[in-house]
């Protein structure tokens, strides 16, 4: 500090600050707590990039496929359509079978999903009434030897009901029959496939057959459009695998 900053007083020539000369302690402070803001400010943005660039991974690693590691056995799933017969994964043996279930919140998003794939392997069903859209045949595999038929693919919609009691699953049963009487709509009223599999709440959840019954891939949330494509290419393999 030179002596123009400051005078000297008469008693004890302790420094006198003026303003326009060098700033005062109480000017300091407040550079430096407004400096702290903005240093405060400038983390505070830092971290929340680094939260949405963090959630965004969380969102892609929910949607990435889970393929099933080794040789896994025939899945044995016993479940029940609305009007009230018996559903068997086991009947399906021969086809490759995707399994679309969810929660009450996710029907319309199941229902979506659940058309969507159905037409990808059917193209005729395309704008067809649901009774006619069944019967459409499947896309067939090409490069096929004389006597092999080309395997299906089956979409089955699942209702994941929870646990309720007897009278509660008639009454539901009753209202899907009622809003779909010409596609079958298996129930799942013992959350086995949350147990099995888990459940994304709200979304579609998706588990891939092969045409012996083993769980090849299960897809919990929403698939994006690279978990569709590897979910397509996982399809076409397992139906080229099953006419070897």
């Known amino acids: 500090m030179n002596d123009s900053a400051m005078n000297r007083s008469a008693e004890g020539g302790s420094p006198e600050w003026h303003p326009g000369s060098v700033k005062s302690p109480s000017s300091l402070l407040r550079t430096a707590f407004f400096g702290l803001l903005a240093i405060a400010a ?28 080794g040789n896994p056995q025939p899945v044995e799933l016993v479940l029940e359509d609305q009007f009230d017969r018996k559903a068997d994964l086991g009947d399906l043996r021969g086809q490759v079978v995707i399994l679309v279930y969810g929660d009450k919140a996710a029907t319309d ?34 490069n096929l030897k004389p006597g092999q038929v080309s395997t299906d693919v089956v979409v089955v919609p699942v209702a994941c009901c929870g646990k309720p009691p007897s009278l509660i699953r008639g009454v539901i049963r009753s209202e899907i029959a009622k809003e779909s009487p010409d596609v079958v709509v298996w129930l799942d009223f013992a959350d086995k496939l949350k147990g099995m599999s888990g459940l994304t709440a709200g979304e579609p959840n998706l588990l891939l057959f092969d045409a012996a019954g083993r769980l090849k891939m299960k897809i919990n949330g929403t698939p994006d459009q690279l978990t569709m494509d590897r979910l397509v290419k996982a399809v076409q393999g397992l139906r080229y695998e099953a006419v070897k």
Do not use: F, N
């Not at 969507?116 to 896309?139: E, F, N, Y």
């Open 42 to 69: 400038i983390g505070i943005a830092a971290a929340s990039a680094y939260l949405v660039v963090i959630r965004a991974i969380g969102v892609a690693i929910a949607q990435q496929p889970a393929p099933m590691r």
């Open 109 to 142: 998003k199941c229902r979506k999903l659940g058309e969507s794939l159905h037409i990808c392997w059917h193209p005729d069903a395309k704008g067809q009434p649901p009774m006619k859209a069944r019967t459409a045949p499947v896309m067939p595999l090409e």
